[in-house]
């Protein structure tokens, strides 16, 4: 059984950082692509940063370029997305996801089969 956790989430002030991990366990970690994604009070979920299956390859949101970078340790079998330079707007639920590949990093919300229960992160301005 595939179980996705998030850690890391909580409070703080605009400027600050934040880095959330997500331990994976019932998978073969190394054959799966991993996503985060987020969603807001009213909002749909959307993507913030995906990692190919190496870690060689990583696409970020635009609205988190710059800000944001997504790792992964194959031999813990986590993924963690370090944020930096926080906005308000950062303020949402955000969730850990995998999907079966290797090499093309995924986007799409409904690209990915697993997710986690998701981490609250609070940006105040």
């Known amino acids: 059984?595939?179980?996705?956790?998030e850690s890391g989430?909580?409070?703080?002030?605009?400027?600050?950082?934040?880095?959330?991990s997500c331990a994976?366990?019932?998978l073969a970690f190394s054959n799966y692509v991993m996503g985060w994604f987020r969603q807001a009070p009213g909002k749909e979920r959307g993507f913030v940063a995906g990692i190919n299956w190496s870690g060689g390859s990583?696409?970020?949101a635009d609205s988190v370029k710059g800000r944001f970078t997504l790792f992964r340790d194959n031999a813990k079998n986590t993924v963690d997305l370090q944020?930096?330079?926080?906005?308000?707007?950062?303020t949402a639920v955000y969730y850990c996801a995998a999907?079966?590949?290797?090499?093309?990093?995924?986007?799409?919300?409904?690209?990915?089969?697993?997710?986690?229960q998701g981490t609250q992160v609070t940006?105040?301005?």
Do not use: C
């Open 9 to 20: 989430g909580g409070l703080v002030q605009a400027g600050g950082s934040l880095r959330l």
């Open 99 to 116: 999907d079966r590949g290797l090499w093309i990093v995924k986007t799409g919300r409904d690209e990915f089969d697993y997710w986690g």
């Open 24 to 26: 994976a366990s019932g």
């Open 58 to 60: 990583t696409a970020y």
């Open 123 to 125: 940006v105040s301005s």
């Open 1 to 5: 059984q595939v179980q996705l956790v």
């Open 83 to 90: 944020m930096s330079s926080l906005k308000p707007e950062d």
